[in-house]
């Protein structure tokens, strides 16, 4: 699944790449549309030129800010999942896409999130899937769910 081409330079990323929006946690975080899929790519600078890609079927956008505000966000008796479900899966387009509950998100003991894409091999390290991680704090901060609700329409 190498259909999409990786982004070597923000200052110049792949002209069918449409940036959508930027935010920044100590890494710096954009997402793209391309086709259809949301790339998401994430840097310890804003052009430092190394980049962790992430893809994403634009059709999971919307169930990915389900998961994430209702599945996982909420207790079970206000339409959350039960008590100790930490991890949510579901296929799009032939991909598996996966958002899991944490508890020390990036090491930093914050409560947060990770989605990571099972079909799909990261490009720095071919052992690893794609994933990225943010914190409840940052997801609220930026409006995230919202976001990502409105990416599954664009």
């Known amino acids: 699944m190498n259909d999409i081409p990786i982004v070597t330079s923000l200052a ?4 069918a790449f449409k940036e959508l929006f930027r ?3 100590g890494d710096v975080h954009t997402l793209f549309s391309y086709k259809d899929k949301i790339v998401v790519l994430l ?3 804003p052009d430092d030129g190394f980049y962790l890609q992430i893809e994403l079927p634009k ?3 919307s169930w990915l800010a389900d998961v994430i505000d209702v599945q996982l ?3 079970p008796n206000d339409g959350g999942l039960p008590v100790g479900t930490a991890l949510v899966a579901q296929e799009f387009d032939g991909e598996i896409i996966q958002v899991c509950r944490l ?3 990036r090491g930093g003991g914050e409560p947060g999130f990770e989605v990571m894409n099972r079909s799909r091999h990261c490009n720095v390290d071919e ?3 794609q994933g990225f991680e943010f914190t409840d704090e ?3 901060a930026v409006g995230l769910v919202e976001k990502f609700r409105a990416l599954a329409g664009c």
Do not use: L
């Open 12 to 15: 110049s990323p792949p002209e």
């Open 23 to 25: 935010y920044q946690d």
């Open 73 to 75: 966000g909420k207790a």
């Open 43 to 45: 840097s310890g600078e």
């Open 138 to 140: 940052v997801m609220r």
């Open 59 to 61: 059709q999971a956008m």
């Open 127 to 129: 052992d690893d899937m």
């Open 103 to 105: 508890a020390n998100t």
